[in-house]
């Protein structure tokens, strides 16, 4: 078998601080026999000495591009827009199978170029349960922000910090008044999430799962103050919200977080606005009498970069030391091959 040379990359989104590998798991990498290349990244949460320390090749930000061709380049989010034809097989989140916007363009870059996508997103067992994901995490902190921003403690922009410190943020102060949460999803990994820090600001949500929304009751919807979205819809649903939704008369929702921002996607349940937020402008007001304020941030677990990324490295490690075209990668490399098929691009080999 040919040694296996992972490629870990900076990441080109300034706001991202998280490592699908941590030093620790990297150490384990190479000392089972794979080359570990990691690109210097001011930004990254683990400085590229450790990664050295742990026996990885130093290599600077960005240079994946001329990485030799059998390395398996692996990153979190989205590529720069060049190279326009991607060479290599890529590991990463690239939500490019559900008509996302830029979607086609991503598939295309993959077909010009003779390389394929293992979309992290994808990398399931045998029953289709994710094998590496940041959910707890993201519902963590979806859950967390709209409890700040419903107290009226939220302050931007937004930093990373630690659960110890924004656990004691979320803690009830005096002159907190009561309020009613909702999590949809509270039975998948954002939605315990979401439960764990609305315990930790003294609230118990309400909670809606498969059941409670095949027959949706929005007007209970609306009379909760606070709801955080953490459902990912594989095939269309109807919508949670609807734009006259938010018009009720009597509605008590002020604080909406969707955790899952599948905007543009034709599976997004809540089709109420138009573009996600971000660190610097977290919140956006969608109505303002009565007010209703929207947090959609699609990179929420790098607000707490160190412990997301070592509970993700954690559960990717034994994936990476297995990585082959059979098994979850087999899967992973299936759904790109259906996706290129979908979008008229042919059936890449991508074997490797």
């Not at 326009?84 to 170029?113: C, M, N, S, V, W």
């Not at 700040?148 to 990373?160: D, I």
């Not at 943020?169 to 998948?188: C, E, N, Q, Y």
Request: aromatic residues 6%; negative net charge; contains cysteine.
């Amino acid at each position: 078998m040919t040694e296996l040379h992972l490629w870990l990359r900076h990441e080109a989104r300034t706001t991202e601080r998280r490592t699908p590998i941590v030093p620790d798991d990297a150490r384990r990498l190479v000392g089972d026999g794979v080359a570990l290349t990691v690109e210097e990244s001011p930004q990254r949460v683990f400085p590229i000495e450790e990664y050295a320390a742990a026996g990885c090749h130093v290599a600077p930000a960005g240079s994946w591009v001329s990485a030799p061709r059998d390395a398996v380049v692996l990153g979190l989010k989205e590529l720069p827009a060049e190279p326009a034809e991607l060479t290599h097989r890529h590991i990463f989140f690239g939500h490019a199978y559900k008509g996302q916007p830029g979607a086609g363009d991503l598939l295309r870059r993959f077909a010009a170029g003779g390389g394929a996508l293992f979309d992290l997103e994808y990398l399931v067992d045998d029953s289709g349960r994710r094998l590496a994901a940041f959910g707890f995490w993201a519902g963590y902190l979806g859950a967390a922000l709209a409890v700040l921003q419903h107290r009226g403690r939220l302050r931007a922009p937004l930093a990373p910090t630690t659960k110890e410190e924004l656990d004691e943020t979320l803690k009830p102060a005096a002159g907190d008044s009561a309020f009613t949460g909702l999590v949809i999803g509270a039975l998948g990994r954002s939605g315990r999430g979401a439960r764990t820090a609305f315990a930790t600001a003294g609230a118990d949500p309400t909670c809606w799962d498969l059941a409670e929304t095949r027959d949706l009751d929005r007007a209970a919807l609306l009379r909760h103050d606070v709801m955080v979205n953490a459902v990912l819809a594989t095939t269309p649903v109807p919508p949670f919200l609807r734009e006259r939704d938010l018009d009720t008369p009597g509605r008590r929702l002020r604080t909406l977080c969707d955790v899952t921002c599948d905007v543009g996607s034709p599976l997004n349940v809540l089709p109420v606005y138009d573009d996600t937020t971000d660190w610097d402008e977290p919140v956006r007001r969608l109505r303002e009498e009565p007010p209703l304020d929207l947090i959609a941030i699609d990179n929420l677990p790098s607000l707490l970069p160190l412990e997301s990324s070592a509970d993700f490295s954690a559960a990717l490690l034994p994936q990476l030391l297995d990585f082959g075209v059979t098994g979850p990668w087999g899967r992973c490399l299936d759904r790109f091959r259906q996706a290129s098929r979908e979008h008229g691009l042919g059936t890449p080999r991508a074997d490797r």
